[in-house]
């Protein structure tokens, strides 16, 4: 009954173009995780390979990185939240964390995604349980990331918003030690290609300009936000819907289409 539930890693299927802006992140990120993979022969060179760590404000794409880099590089991606692994049972925490490592290795070449890692290993000694779960959890997922370094086909990255608070032991050379910030896209041109990013999931009218919706945002939108912008504009593409259906002028099968009354009542409201 303690076993943690985390199912087969598996490549997921976000591409690098389903991310809008953040190029100079990818760029990065790609150095650190694809170009050791692709030329291992640089390792011995010196070219490190360890451990990243994303870090920002939330809703900024942190998490849709991770996976697209694991799909660009054909990886099985494990994904895990700090406070999934972290169990009242005396030892079943480091358990769990050795548990990951071992899903992984099976699953390689795979990158285990470790999201709120400040939640998982907190500064040791702050956490106010000194000697007791957290310092041990802390020591087990050091030991993991020490011991990685001979196979090289898992790879880790964590996510934090918080990376003040991390044990700061964590980001020595051959763990986390490449640090990369994941900001909110504040120009308007890098918005555009966030908001271009996600209505590819959605039909959207021709009449639509993109740039004027992107006009009329709020300057400190995160994707997430965006998300959430195209996600109300739906809403109200299906209530149109919905009273057409009523009046006998429109069929269940006709696709939704976002127009640009959508995205007036989404950014009225
Ligand atoms: P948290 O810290 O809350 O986990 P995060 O930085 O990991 O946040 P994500 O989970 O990657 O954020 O983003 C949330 C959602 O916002 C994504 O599923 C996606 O729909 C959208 N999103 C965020 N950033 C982008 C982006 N740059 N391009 C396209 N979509 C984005």
């Known amino acids: 009954a303690h076993a943690l539930a985390i199912g087969a890693p598996k490549i997921p299927s976000v591409r690098w173009q389903d991310i809008g802006g953040l190029q100079q992140v990818k760029r990065e990120i790609l150095d650190t ?81 470790f999201d709120e890692l400040d939640s998982l290993a907190p500064n040791r000694g702050r956490s106010g349980d000194s000697g007791g779960v957290m310092d041990r959890v802390v020591s087990q997922l050091l030991a993991e990331l020490d011991g990685l370094h001979s196979s090289g086909d898992v790879f880790v990255i964590g996510a934090t918003n918080r990376p003040d608070l991390l044990d700061q032991s964590l980001l020595r050379p051959g763990r986390f030690d490449k640090l990369v910030y994941v900001g909110i896209n504040e120009d308007k041109e890098s918005q555009l290609q966030v908001l271009k990013a996600i209505v590819g999931k959605f039909k959207v009218d021709a009449g639509v300009s993109l740039q004027d919706v992107v006009e009329r945002c709020p300057p400190q939108l995160t994707g997430a936000d965006m998300y959430a912008l195209c996600s109300d504009a739906m809403t109200s593409a299906i209530k149109r819907k919905i009273a057409r259906l009523t009046d006998g002028l429109d069929t269940e099968d006709s696709p939704l289409i976002l127009t640009a009354e959508d995205f007036n009542q989404a950014l009225d409201c």
């Open 33 to 113: 995780v694809q170009l050791p993979l692709e030329r291992p022969e640089l390792l011995s060179l010196g070219l490190r390979r360890a451990g990243l760590l994303l870090y920002g404000p939330p809703g900024t794409g942190k998490t849709l990185l991770a996976k697209a880099v694991a799909t660009e590089c054909s990886m099985t991606f494990l994904s895990v939240k700090g406070p999934e692994l972290i169990n009242m049972y005396v030892g079943q925490s480091e358990e769990n964390v050795r548990e990951v490592f071992s899903k992984a290795r099976a699953a390689a070449p795979c990158i285990i995604f």
